[in-house]
């Protein structure tokens, strides 16, 4: 569910793995005016639905309207996956930071978030997710900038720190000399998404061997990617985030964890292009 919903590639992921695991289901793009999202939800049951997938604008409002909540979600602010119970109460979560971590361990294996602070630009609602997924896993310090201040500092001062003193906010002209010492370089901004303007920063204090990893997926290598290359550092590109988000919601509804897969990939490219 989302408002618009056309451009999503979820339909095309858990197609595949339906198909792949021979399971009699569907998975449907469903376009949900924001003034209609309850409604929708509250319909699903009697639609034959196990549950669904939100994204925006809607991931907030969600939080509100499921009869219950995992702790993460809650923390987070916001809900990607609800599901549906057999006494059609629906319970929200999310699965975003899961994603974004296994998405590091497949694409680099060997990283460890632990070994140096990282660097997380834009303070949105993917940010909120990765920000606690990094927190979770054991990050020693988070540089937060954002073009907007105040929602940085938000975000740092929101229940996702947990009062932790790790998260250290910038100033979003700073973002280039806050690059020394890290160890991963997040971009969570649209900045560098294919028909946005593109994300500007001066990678010269940034560890050639820090990693880089954009959730921007339209281009596959977007310029901070390219450019991260062209110096050395390791890239992760950002459709894996997506991909893995995807599982724990498919295993909840249909009951096996599926894989992500180099044919997975493919599959889904071959749309996104």
Same mark, same amino acid.
């Given at each position: 569910?989302?408002?618009?919903?056309?451009?999503?590639?979820?339909?095309? %992921?858990?197609?595949?793995?339906?198909?792949?695991?021979?399971?009699?289901?569907?998975?449907?793009?469903?376009?949900?005016?924001?003034?209609?999202?309850?409604?929708?939800?509250? !319909?699903?049951?009697?639609?034959?639905?196990?549950?669904?997938?939100?994204?925006?604008?809607?991931?907030?409002?969600? +939080?509100?309207?499921?009869?219950?909540?995992?702790?993460?979600?809650?923390?987070?602010?916001?809900?990607?996956?609800?599901?549906?119970?057999?006494?059609?109460?629906?319970?929200?979560?999310?699965?975003?930071?899961?994603?974004? +971590?296994?998405?590091? !361990?497949?694409?680099?294996?060997?990283?460890?978030?632990?070994?140096?602070?990282?660097? %997380?630009?834009?303070?949105?609602?993917?940010?909120?997710?990765?920000?606690?997924?990094?927190?979770?896993?054991?990050?020693?310090?988070?540089?937060?900038?954002?073009?907007?201040?105040?929602?940085?500092?938000?975000?740092? @001062?929101?229940?996702?720190?947990?009062?932790?003193?790790?998260?250290?906010?910038?100033?979003?002209? @700073?973002?280039? &000399?806050?690059?020394?010492?890290?160890? +991963?370089?997040? @971009?969570?901004?649209?900045?560098?998404?294919?028909?946005?303007?593109?994300?500007?920063?001066?990678?010269?204090?940034?560890?050639?061997?820090?990693?880089?990893?954009?959730?921007?997926? &339209?281009?596959?290598?977007?310029?901070?990617?390219?450019?991260?290359?062209?110096?050395?550092?390791? %890239?992760?590109?950002?459709?894996?985030?997506?991909?893995?988000?995807?599982?724990?919601?498919?295993?909840?509804?249909?009951? !096996?964890?599926?894989? %992500?897969?180099?044919?997975? !990939? &493919?599959?889904?490219?071959?749309?996104?292009?």
């Amino acid at each position: 569910m989302g408002w618009p919903v056309d451009h999503s590639l979820s339909p095309r %992921v858990h197609g595949f793995w339906l198909q792949n695991y021979a399971i009699d289901g569907e998975y449907l793009r469903i376009p949900v005016d924001p003034e209609q999202l309850s409604a929708n939800l509250r !319909r699903l049951k009697g639609e034959g639905y196990v549950g669904c997938n939100i994204t925006v604008p809607h991931k907030e409002a969600a +939080l509100a309207l499921v009869d219950d909540v995992d702790p993460l979600a809650q923390r987070i602010g916001a809900v990607n996956t609800i599901i549906i119970g057999k006494d059609g109460k629906l319970y929200g979560t999310n699965t975003d930071g899961f994603g974004f +971590l296994e998405n590091l !361990r497949q694409g680099y294996p060997g990283f460890d978030v632990r070994a140096g602070p990282a660097v %997380v630009l834009g303070a949105g609602g993917a940010a909120r997710a990765v920000v606690a997924a990094l927190l979770d896993a054991g990050a020693p310090e988070i540089r937060l900038f954002n073009r907007t201040k105040s929602r940085a500092e938000n975000l740092a @001062n929101s229940p996702i720190a947990q009062g932790s003193d790790k998260i250290k906010v910038g100033d979003w002209q @700073n973002r280039a &000399t806050g690059l020394s010492q890290a160890s +991963l370089l997040v @971009n969570t901004t649209t900045l560098g998404m294919r028909s946005q303007r593109p994300l500007e920063i001066d990678l010269t204090h940034l560890p050639v061997q820090a990693l880089v990893t954009d959730i921007v997926y &339209t281009p596959l290598i977007t310029d901070l990617l390219a450019r991260a290359m062209a110096r050395g550092n390791p %890239v992760v590109d950002g459709l894996g985030m997506l991909l893995h988000q995807a599982r724990p919601g498919f295993k909840a509804w249909f009951g !096996r964890l599926p894989e %992500v897969t180099a044919a997975l !990939r &493919t599959y889904v490219l071959a749309e996104s292009k």
